[in-house]
């Protein structure tokens, strides 16, 4: 049975799950490509680095689940399969020949500067479509990317 949500045309509704299901796609991404890091890094501050990864792979992790149930809410199916992300991922493919962690930042520093643009896009196009509240959601995925790629950045200086 559909959930109705009050006050929602059916333009903001599949809008909504539209951009929802892209920037999921790419959250699952970098997420995976945080963990490629995690797994591998190496070098100075490694503990460091290493405990930083797991963070932003948190931070992450909760954005996902909020987006992906959001899409339920709208009556949607949320995208998040291998084949699916794969498919859709509008993020560069993350080298799997790093070792270095200052390497692995930078690397990752790209794809977040890219994710917090793509998010704030999205953020527009939910808004300007009229749901106010998945702008919110996109609103804290964004915040969120920004304070991590301060995070990251911080380790290059």
């Known amino acids: 049975m559909a959930v109705e949500l009050r006050g929602l045309?059916?333009?903001?509704r599949k809008t909504a799950i539209s951009e929802l299901n892209g920037r999921l796609a790419d959250s699952i991404a970098l997420a995976l490509a945080v963990k490629q890091a995690h797994w591998n890094v190496k070098g100075r501050n490694f503990i460091a680095v290493h405990e930083l990864l797991d963070m932003l792979h948190n931070n992450l992790r909760e954005q996902i689940d909020v987006m992906a149930e959001r899409v339920q809410q709208l009556d949607g199916?949320?995208?998040?399969?291998?084949?699916?992300?794969?498919?859709?991922?509008?993020?560069?493919?993350?080298?799997?020949?790093?070792t270095k962690a200052e390497d692995h930042i930078r690397a990752l520093c790209d794809r977040y500067r890219d994710h917090g643009e793509k998010l704030r896009t999205a953020i527009d196009a939910t808004d300007e479509?009229?749901?106010?509240?998945?702008?919110?959601?996109?609103?804290a995925a964004s915040r969120s990317a920004d304070k991590d790629l301060w995070f990251l950045e911080s380790h290059l200086e």
Do not use: F
């Open 9 to 12: 045309t059916d333009n903001a």
């Open 129 to 139: 479509a009229g749901d106010a509240d998945t702008a919110d959601i996109l609103t």
């Open 77 to 98: 199916v949320a995208l998040g399969t291998v084949e699916k992300v794969s498919g859709s991922t509008t993020l560069a493919e993350y080298p799997t020949d790093l």
